[in-house]
């Protein structure tokens, strides 16, 4: 029995080897089946991680596609993709024909998930709205990818329809409306009569003011390029703030000043502040009504800034040494604040010039101006005094 076995064991393995490279060489056919078989469930685990109860797999599945982070999604406005209609694909082919390639796509709606709930053809009329405000279709996408939430706004597009025609109309530039249109669409989220009524009253109150009917339209376009946020103001805050001024003995063109200088920001402060700022300055520097006045004029940071604000600069400023005095004749130094002011007194003394002896104004003024300055009084303190007496010696 055991001979027998011992004479088939050679059989066998000769067998095993007849057959074992068969054995060994995989099936291309079931290579590429098992290929498609790993790619479909990694798709499949894919979508089934990010798709929660609830969401609808449909919208996975479509941003998937566009490379959008689900996750990112989920954690900014969950309730997108629990929605039954969405257009991701309408909404990033309406974008690709404007010009935008994958990545923009992407972060687009990464940035503002809801923009694939409006319809393809809302998409399409604000796209001709915004183009028609726009150099060409690339700044628009440009514009689309800084703010995509204004532009998928959708559902006041006959307002802001309305209102940029209104604008149009009224000789603002396109540039504007597209600042207006980017950092205060709430302006085009009003009607058109509320806009109309707030121009009305800016025009009243510069013809009220002493301002002439043929440079009105020049003042107010001026004004409306300067500071278009003017608009988010209530024409009730305007007429308050212009009598509260008014009742201060400020006369009309003292007015149209403050209002040129600061803008629509004169029109955001409330009164209540503005006595009690005018009180305490009055009392700091111990002046008359009529010396107020001309303070403010030389610095408007006397009435808007709040009495904390001033106190806490005027303190800093005595504790540097600088006089109620020196301040009273520079009074602009209060627009700045002290971190400001310490840096650049600092900054002063590592060259030898004490502010305190010196000139206030030398510490005032923007970044720009203030480093002007400080290259002047370093330039004039680094030149060798000449003299004249001093033999010179010249080389043969």
Not at 133 to 150: A, D, G, M, T
Request: hydrophobic content about 40%.
């Amino acid at each position: 029995m055991q001979s027998g076995m011992a004479r088939s064991a050679p059989n066998l393995l000769m067998h095993l080897t007849r057959f074992q490279p068969f054995m060994l060489l995989p099936d291309l056919s079931a290579l590429q089946n098992q290929r498609k078989t790993r790619n479909f469930l990694q798709h499949f685990r894919y979508t089934t991680e990010v798709t929660l109860e609830g969401e609808n797999k449909a919208t996975a599945e479509n941003l998937y596609e566009l490379s959008v982070d689900i996750k990112k999604i989920r954690r900014l406005k969950p309730w997108v993709l629990c929605k039954e209609m969405t257009y991701a694909k309408e909404i990033a082919k309406i974008l690709q024909e404007m010009g935008a390639d994958k990545s923009d796509i992407m972060h687009i709606i990464e940035r503002c998930p809801e923009a694939i709930l409006c319809r393809p053809t809302s998409i399409s009329f604000q796209r001709d709205l915004w183009l028609s405000v726009c150099l060409n279709e690339k700044q628009l996408v440009e514009l689309i990818k800084r703010f995509p939430e204004n532009f998928f706004t959708v559902e006041h597009y006959e307002k802001q329809k309305g209102n940029i025609r209104f604008f149009k109309d009224l000789g603002l530039k396109n540039t504007i409306i597209r600042r207006l249109l980017t950092s205060a669409p709430n302006i085009f989220y009003n009607p058109i009569e509320k806009n109309k009524h707030m121009i009305e009253t800016l025009q009243s109150s510069f013809l009220h003011l002493g301002g002439s009917q043929e440079n009105m339209k020049t003042w107010l376009l001026k004004l409306l390029s300067q500071d278009p946020f003017i608009l988010l103001s209530s024409p009730v805050a305007v007429q308050e703030n212009l009598q509260f001024l008014q009742k201060n003995d400020f006369t009309d063109s003292e007015i149209l000043s403050l209002l040129s200088r600061l803008k629509g920001f004169i029109f955001q402060l409330n009164t209540v502040t503005m006595q009690n700022s005018m009180l305490f300055s009055k009392s700091v520097f111990n002046c008359s009504v009529q010396e107020l006045r001309e303070l403010i004029m030389k610095c408007p940071a006397l009435f808007y800034n709040s009495v904390p604000v001033l106190e806490e600069r005027l303190e800093g400023l005595l504790k540097a040494g600088i006089s109620v005095g020196q301040i009273k004749d520079t009074p602009t130094v209060l627009e700045l604040t002290p971190e400001i002011v310490q840096y650049r007194i600092k900054k002063l003394d590592a060259i030898g010039y004490d502010i305190r002896r010196g000139n206030l104004e030398n510490v005032t003024g923007t970044k720009k101006e203030f480093e002007a300055t400080y290259g002047k009084i370093q330039a004039k303190r680094e030149r060798p005094m000449f003299n004249p007496v001093a033999p010179l010696h010249i080389e043969d």
